[in-house]
């Protein structure tokens, strides 16, 4: 098998136990009954209009179905895509390649809607400003958060943490048994270095998180209006800090968030909404 892509060492498992899914102990009913000896080439085609992600647990899932399948990789993950596009070749068992075509499809499909959300979210705040980052966040499908993230990058946006142990992000949720202030002291005794960002739907609690040191904040649920209004406010006390739009971030209201001077806007919508992009596997007996 060739491939430009090859296969991360995360995706395998992930690959493994969607084919199990699909392919219990008997295997494919229907594909078993084509004669062993017929070959056949394929391609993997675009439908639609979009972005591509996924290429490598495509590749993992011909592989582990049948190691002698050929495929040849013809677009990598970020490549744009257009109606009728080429993204890969495969070729040899009929019966193998039809058993891995769903398993395929479905992670292509899926990382690929994400991929193409993310790009058409980084598009609109471009036409505003291009230095505004597109963000994930941990709204993903359990077990595939590595898969979707990747996803998000091939789109061109920027993952925010990929798990709670990796920063301090001090909620709504959190605040309400925590002060502010006393929140983010807690956090810089027990953990100096890492990175303290406070979630605020107020300019009362904007204030406080800025004079109690967060290196970052979330304005949540605001308008353009108000989160400019924000980012003012900020900017003349400690222009370093980092200034995050969340909450409802949609194409059309990305541009007037970017407009407002934030660093970045994130949307969960991104990975728990992305609609899976159109693509399909055409054969030809060979």
Not at 10 to 19: E, H, S, T, Y
Not at 27 to 35: H, P
Not at 237 to 261: D, K, N, Q
Request: hydrophobic fraction near 50%; include cysteine.
């Amino acid at each position: 098998m060739t491939a430009a892509v090859p296969a991360d060492d995360g995706v395998a498992p992930l690959v493994a136990a969607a084919l199990a899914e699909d392919l219990d102990e008997r295997g494919d009913l229907t594909g078993a009954l084509l004669d062993d000896d017929v070959v056949a080439s394929a391609a993997i085609v675009a439908r639609e209009v979009g972005v591509l992600a996924g290429v490598a647990c495509a590749v993992e899932a011909f592989a582990q179905v049948d190691p002698t399948l050929e495929v040849v990789v013809l677009r990598d993950d970020g490549a744009r895509l257009e109606v009728d596009d080429v993204v890969a070749t495969v070729g040899g068992r009929l019966a193998s390649i039809v058993a891995a075509e769903r398993t395929a499809l479905n992670f292509m499909g899926h990382l690929s809607g994400i991929a193409t959300a993310t790009r058409s979210l980084v598009d609109a705040v471009a036409s505003a400003d291009h230095h505004v980052a597109v963000l994930d966040t941990r709204k993903t499908t359990p077990g595939l958060r590595r898969l979707e993230k990747a996803a998000v990058r091939a789109g061109g946006g920027t993952n925010h943490r990929a798990s709670l142990s990796e920063s301090v992000l001090l909620k709504d949720n959190h605040l309400g048994a925590l002060g502010i202030t006393e929140a983010v002291a807690r956090a810089r005794a027990r953990w100096p270095g890492v990175r303290v960002q406070v979630e605020c739907d107020t300019l009362d609690q904007l204030d406080e998180a800025v004079a109690a040191g967060a290196d970052a904040v979330l304005l949540d649920n605001m308008t353009p209006e108000l989160a400019a209004a924000c980012v003012a406010r900020v900017r003349a006390v400690r222009p370093g800090i980092f200034v995050e739009a969340s909450g409802g971030i949609t194409v059309a209201t990305a541009p007037e968030f970017a407009a407002a001077g934030v660093d970045a806007v994130s949307s969960g919508a991104l990975t728990h909404s992305a609609r899976a992009l159109d693509l399909g596997l055409d054969l030809h007996e060979g």
